[in-house]
Each structure stands twice: as C-alpha cells, then as structure tokens.
C-alpha cells in the first residue's frame, strides 16, 4: 500500500480499550483518514486529521503527527460490533487521491 | 436506496471476456474513483476521475478501462479479463466542494462488485 503500514490482526476483548497504529511515508500528505470496513461490505469513514493531535468521535479517537507520519485510531469501550478490519489512509498532495494501507482485522471477544 | 451504487454485484466470467462493471450516484459528487481489494493488499486505486472530461491512471491501471458518462456515472471495463483480475471492486465518490462545512473530502464507498476470472 505505496508505505502505509498497519497490523495485520489484532484481538481485544469486549469492553476493553484498542489502539491501531499506522505508519505513513509523509512526502505529499493531506490528511489522514481511518475507515472501517464489516466482512463482505464498503468501508465507511470513522474519522479524518490533518492537523497534528486528537480527533475525538464518541468512543472513537484518532490521533495525529505529521512529523513522525505516525497514526493511531483508539477505540474504547470495545462491542461486539466493532469486530471490523480498520483501513488507515493517505491522501496525496499530488492528484489529491487516497493511498489505503492493507487493513487492520480487529477481533472483539466476549 | 444507496448514493453510489453498483452493478453487477457479482459476476463469474471466463478468462478473455469483456467485463463492464458500472458505478452511479445521487450524491452530486464531482469525484469518483475505482478500487479493487485483494486479501492482504487492501485497496489499490485503479482509476479516478475529478470532473466528467478528466481522467486519471492509478497504481494499477493496467488491462483497466474506464468511461466517465456523465457527472453522475463511472463505468469499468476489462477488455479481456484474465484469473488474476479476480477480486472485489469498488467504486467510490467524493467532493471538492467546501460549501457549507467544512468538507473533509472522504470517500463513499458502492456496496461493492465481487468479480470471478475462470
């Protein structure tokens, strides 16, 4: 996914706090986007920073620094629902398109 | 009813058809774009379009074709389609429109095209 790096599965148990971190090759970036995405459906966007700190959404919280190109989407007060893969995304100062990285399958146990 | 939607959802075809897949939307965007997801991979950017005479390659345009209709309509076409073309395809829209809100330019997904190269 052109230098996008996140965790290929993670498992927390229901109720419980998740951190899913990404990485970002920083040249060209305009924002950062997470996604989610249920088993067999379109992603749907959950959150978006451009400016470096915390974006906060419900139990949902997105996190930001430009220098580092690093982002973590934090999740609390886990539900059985939010068992998803979570889709961390670049968009490009060039041709303004998004660059996906290859997902983070998040398993929620009760 | 969905704001982009896509058809055929699911196609089984053999190796050298011609395939169109075809994205529409009610939501006045002047973006569209299509993916294709593969396990592991996430979603590569296969072609996108800003305005209706403007098209665009992405990282995998190769063996792709599109056609931007109208504003409203994105279709898809593999002139021959090979195994390797498997996979599930998305389309989606977004705006460069700062009317109103603030737009953070996010994308909106089609429920998706699940097609199968024999």
């Known amino acids: 996914g052109q230098n996008i790096d996140q965790p290929t599965e993670m498992t927390a148990t229901e109720g419980a706090i998740v951190q899913i971190n990404c990485t970002y090759q920083t040249s060209g970036f305009n924002g950062l986007f997470w996604y989610q995405q249920h088993a067999g459906e379109a992603p749907t966007f959950l959150s978006y920073n451009v400016l470096d700190g915390l974006e906060e959404k419900g139990r949902f919280s997105s996190f930001l620094s430009r220098s580092k190109g690093y982002s973590y989407l934090l999740l609390k007060e886990l539900q059985m629902k939010d068992s998803a893969s979570y889709l961390c995304?670049?968009?490009?100062?060039?041709?303004?398109?998004?660059?996906f990285g290859p997902g983070t399958r998040l398993s929620v146990l009760p | 009813d969905a704001d982009v939607t896509q058809t055929p959802r699911n196609r089984i075809t053999k190796t050298g058809k011609r395939i169109m897949l075809e994205c529409s939307q009610t939501k006045g965007h002047d973006r569209m774009y299509w993916y294709r997801q593969d396990p592991g991979l996430g979603l590569r950017l296969i072609y996108y379009s800003f305005d209706v005479k403007d098209i665009n390659k992405g990282e995998i345009s190769d063996g792709y074709s599109v056609s931007r209709q109208a504003q409203a309509k994105f279709s898809l076409s593999l002139e021959s389609a090979i195994p390797n073309q498997t996979a599930l395809y998305f389309c989606?829209?977004?705006?460069?429109?700062?009317?109103?809100?603030?737009?953070?330019?996010?994308?909106?997904f089609g429920e998706g095209s699940r097609l199968t190269v024999l």
């Open positions: 989606a829209t977004s705006t460069s429109s700062n009317v109103g809100q603030a737009n953070t330019g996010e994308l909106f």
């Open positions: 995304a670049r968009k490009r100062n060039y041709g303004q398109n998004f660059v």
